[in-house]
């Protein structure tokens, strides 16, 4: 925990009010892990991703998901953050749906993330990164994909 300002004879009366989570009555802070999980929902709510992490971790995930009592899913996959007092870094690794703009998809990615933390946490969001690890292809379902001898 970090040491509270200190002042000569009393405690400081206004904070500033850049600072959302620092009040009168104290100091709020938020963890990585929270930030995390807000960043990995937001970007799993936008249309395109099929999947987040890079491909071992993906494998790793598939393979704890399976394990019985697992906890499920988890949305931190493929999010690195760092929180500092008052700002956050966000960076994500996704794979795209094939057919979906890169780009268009990394820009509606960028903002609902920068939204969504900073609504939730009070922190400001510094930059969101995003690495496109991998394209999803769709399988070919009901097309014979051995060739025909005639």
């Not at 920068?114 to 769709?138: F, S």
Request: glycine content about 12%; aromatic content about 2%; some cysteine.
């Amino acid at each position: 925990m970090s040491q509270p300002e200190q002042t000569t004879g009393s405690r400081p009366s206004k904070r500033s009010s850049h600072d959302p989570l620092s009040t009168d009555d104290g100091r709020i802070s938020v963890s990585q892990s929270v930030v995390s999980k807000i960043a990995g929902v937001a970007c799993r709510e936008i249309s395109g991703v099929h999947a987040m992490g890079t491909s071992g971790g993906r494998a790793v995930g598939a393979i704890r998901e399976r394990i019985p009592g697992s906890s499920g899913p988890s949305f931190s996959q493929g999010v690195g953050v760092e929180v500092g007092e008052t700002q956050a870094a966000v960076d994500l690794d996704i794979v795209v749906e094939y057919g979906i703009s890169v780009a268009e998809l990394g820009r509606s990615i960028q903002r609902n993330v920068k939204q969504a933390v900073e609504r939730m946490t009070g922190l400001e969001v510094t930059e969101v990164n995003i690495n496109v690890d991998d394209v999803y292809l769709p399988d070919e379902e009901g097309q014979d994909t051995q060739q025909r001898v005639s």
